[in-house]
């Protein structure tokens, strides 16, 4: 099959929506990565979007809509935090975990009792989504175990000639995954964090962090978001953080490096001669914008190993960190004297 980049115009969206409405699968842009969309109601358009991915049966797709009355196809009777939460973060970087109505294809969920539900602010994915009919069944439309996918090229690398259309909305204005949380009464748990942070959901409710944001999660582990679990975001390169000021990460490094080794540079920089520097940003917002396109860069340059300043806990860099942590396997290296 060939693959096709398509702009944004009402022609190529309604050519795009055409291919979802019999089955096939198309990339489509979102403020935080590229999804692979597909229709949810649809058995067999859903099973190839397990099979194109190389996906896990086991781990759910998030179901977006582009207006919430599209909430009642999806979601059984949602609680009325729900809507506190929609009207102040939708359309947006936000995924909610809400009770699965019985019309859903089991398939969607993997089974579970739940549904995940996501308003993207992206103008190309509420258009194609209004112009499909049915709100979209999507995980990243990366292969399973690569970095998300930030860019339409970035889709096409991974799935060229198992889709036929990508839909290119520019770079993702976030650049990493939507934050996900699960509800319960009035309370939220984090399952995955986000550029909606958890002090920006603890000024419309309580909210704590779920099990497996911090942690390795074993693949036997029965955990509330099956996507923790897995290896994700992995780069062919070994990638080890560094936890410590600029001047300790860079003193570090001094010396001890070899030209087959990559460095996420910060700051002022310095020479980090014979390895390969990789500019990753001065504000956390600049450093999730690039971070999954600089893993890709760092396996074209085909580092062996790539030297990683280690994010903090705070707002945004929250979401830095689980997604380095599960790029590194945990490796960390402390330099930080108690
Ligand atoms: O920003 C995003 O969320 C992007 C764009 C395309 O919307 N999508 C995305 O999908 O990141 P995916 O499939 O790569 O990640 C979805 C995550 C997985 O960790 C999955 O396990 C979790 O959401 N999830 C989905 N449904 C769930 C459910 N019912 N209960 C718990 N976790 C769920
Ligand atoms: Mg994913």
């Given at each position: 099959?060939?693959?096709?980049?398509?702009?944004?115009?009402?022609?190529?969206?309604?050519?795009?929506?055409?291919?979802?409405?019999?089955?096939?699968?198309?990339?489509?842009?979102?403020?935080?990565?590229?999804?692979?969309?597909?229709?949810?109601?649809?058995?067999?358009?859903?099973?190839?979007?397990?099979?194109?991915?190389?996906?896990?049966?086991?781990?759910?797709?998030?179901?977006?809509?582009?207006?919430?009355?599209?909430?009642?196809?999806?979601?059984?009777?949602?609680?009325?935090?729900?809507?506190?939460?929609?009207?102040?973060?939708?359309?947006?970087?936000?995924?909610?975990?809400?009770?699965?109505?019985?019309?859903?294809?089991?398939?969607?969920?993997?089974?579970?009792?739940?549904?995940?539900?996501?308003?993207?602010?992206?103008?190309?994915a509420q258009k194609l989504i209004a112009c499909a009919g049915f709100g979209l069944a999507a995980p990243s439309a990366n292969l399973s175990g690569r970095p998300s996918p930030t860019k339409a090229i970035h889709v096409y690398q991974d799935l060229c000639g198992k889709i036929p259309y990508i839909l290119d909305g520019g770079e993702c204005e976030w650049g990493l995954e939507s934050t996900v949380i699960k509800l319960q009464n009035n309370s939220v748990t984090v399952l995955r964090p986000g550029a909606i942070t958890v002090s920006m959901l603890q000024e419309v409710c309580d909210t704590k962090l779920g099990y497996g944001v911090l942690q390795p999660v074993s693949s036997e582990k029965k955990v509330e978001s099956p996507g923790m679990k897995y290896r994700h975001y992995a780069p062919k390169a070994q990638v080890i953080l560094i936890r410590g000021t600029e001047d300790a990460f860079y003193s570090y490094l001094k010396g001890s490096l070899r030209p087959q080794d990559v460095v996420f540079t910060i700051g002022r920089g310095t020479d980090i001669s014979p390895g390969k520097p990789l500019a990753f940003g001065d504000t956390a917002r600049e450093r999730a914008h690039r971070l999954f396109d600089l893993l890709r860069k760092a396996d074209e340059m085909e580092a062996k190993t790539v030297y990683i300043p280690c994010p903090s806990q705070d707002g945004l860099e929250l979401a830095l960190l689980n997604r380095l942590l599960r790029a590194s396997a945990f490796r960390v290296i402390d330099l930080v004297k108690e």
């Open positions: 099959m060939e693959t096709q980049i398509l702009t944004l115009t009402d022609e190529h969206i309604s050519l795009a929506a055409g291919a979802l409405q019999r089955g096939e699968l198309v990339g489509m842009p979102t403020e935080t990565v590229y999804g692979l969309s597909a229709n949810p109601f649809c058995e067999e358009a859903i099973k190839k979007v397990f099979e194109v991915k190389g996906r896990a049966a086991d781990n759910p797709l998030i179901v977006h809509i582009h207006t919430l009355d599209l909430l009642g196809q999806f979601v059984e009777d949602p609680p009325p935090l729900t809507y506190r939460l929609a009207k102040r973060f939708w359309p947006g970087p936000l995924t909610m975990i809400l009770p699965k109505k019985k019309e859903l294809p089991d398939i969607v969920t993997a089974s579970l009792p739940t549904v995940a539900v996501r308003f993207p602010a992206h103008i190309g």
